[in-house]
């Protein structure tokens, strides 16, 4: 066999095994990247890639970017939380210890009426702590094969008779037929009727649930209304915990249909509020 021959089988092997380490080393860096991307999405940061390669040094500097981002968001979150819990319960405990001194030193008081206010004090605050333990002991979902057009029909049935008496309307278009989710249904009913309930209390007359597929072949709801817009300073503040601005208002529907969504793997945002429209969307993963 000529030389020439040699080298040509010895260069063709030589390309060839080039061609599979490349081949085998992406298809590895691809696996990392996927494993990662799963990891933060799951909200597991427990994990370091150790061999020392300049992917894994860019995936652990990505990593270390995320936890820094993460304890950032969870310090001001909590932040948040302590300044409307403190500000709750300072606004009930006040007048019941201003009362209390009253009722002790005054004689001219009125002892059943002060009463009767520290007791109506007493249970507002009880109301409050079990709202908190609501939204801090959200049951594990019951997840099952749901067809959207059925789920969203029984909200539409539900809410008929409500959408009736304000005047207002409630309606579904599927963008995409058939779409299928995995869900509880009946948590992610409780979702949409916080999602109505909110609309409804900001003025709409209009509330528009749509129902499409992303690029990611990911199922999007999006709960639309025409009510009075979220002003920009309250935006950051409406899914914490007992953030309200309504006389009325516990301030957890939002926080807890978030909760149940971050339960379903799954996310809810509010992508739009102008004078046009409010849009909340859910995205199941």
């Known amino acids: 066999m000529s030389i020439w021959i040699w080298?040509?089988?010895?260069?063709?092997?030589?390309?060839?095994?080039?061609?599979?380490?490349?081949?085998l080393t992406r298809r590895n860096d691809t696996k990392k990247v996927s494993f990662m991307m799963d990891a933060l999405e799951d909200g597991e940061r427990n994990f370091r890639f150790q061999e020392k390669t300049s992917l894994?040094?860019?995936?652990?500097?990505?990593?270390?970017?995320?936890?820094?981002?993460?304890a950032v968001d969870e310090s001001t979150s909590w932040s948040r939380l302590?300044?409307?819990?403190t500000h709750e319960i300072m606004n009930t405990i006040a007048p019941i210890a201003s009362l209390s001194d009253a009722?002790?030193?005054?004689?001219?008081?009125?002892?059943?009426?002060?009463?009767e206010t520290i007791s109506a004090s007493s249970k507002d605050l009880i109301r409050f702590v079990e709202s908190?333990?609501?939204?801090?002991?959200?049951?594990?979902?019951?997840?099952?094969?749901?067809?959207?057009?059925?789920?969203?029909?029984?909200v539409l049935r539900l809410n008929k008779a409500k959408m009736s008496e304000q005047g207002a309307t409630l309606t579904y278009q599927a963008k995409t037929p058939d779409l299928l989710i995995y869900a509880d249904e009946g948590q992610m009913m409780q979702v949409f009727n916080n999602l109505i309930k909110n609309a409804v209390q900001a003025g709409a007359n209009s509330i528009r649930?749509?129902?499409?597929?992303n690029s990611?072949?990911?199922?999007?709801?999006?709960?639309?209304?025409?009510?009075?817009?979220?002003?920009?300073?309250?935006?950051?503040?409406?899914?914490?915990p007992f953030y309200t601005t309504k006389p009325n208002g516990t301030g957890i529907g939002l926080s807890l249909s978030r909760q149940i969504m971050v339960r379903h793997h799954g996310t809810l945002v509010l992508e739009q509020s102008d004078?046009?429209?409010?849009?909340?969307?859910?995205?199941?993963?």
Not at 217 to 240: H, M, S, W, Y
Request: aromatic fraction near 8%.
């Open 7 to 23: 080298i040509a089988v010895i260069v063709v092997a030589v390309a060839i095994a080039v061609v599979i380490t490349f081949w």
């Open 56 to 70: 894994n040094r860019a995936l652990n500097r990505i990593h270390g970017i995320f936890e820094r981002r993460s």
């Open 82 to 85: 302590f300044r409307v819990i």
């Open 103 to 115: 009722l002790s030193k005054e004689e001219d008081v009125d002892v059943k009426a002060g009463l």
């Open 132 to 154: 908190y333990r609501n939204i801090t002991d959200v049951a594990p979902p019951m997840r099952k094969a749901v067809m959207v057009d059925e789920l969203v029909d029984r």
């Open 209 to 213: 649930i749509s129902a499409d597929l």
């Open 216 to 240: 990611d072949d990911q199922t999007v709801i999006r709960v639309a209304n025409n009510g009075k817009a979220i002003p920009l300073r309250q935006i950051e503040e409406i899914f914490v």
């Open 275 to 285: 004078n046009q429209v409010t849009v909340f969307t859910l995205v199941f993963k």
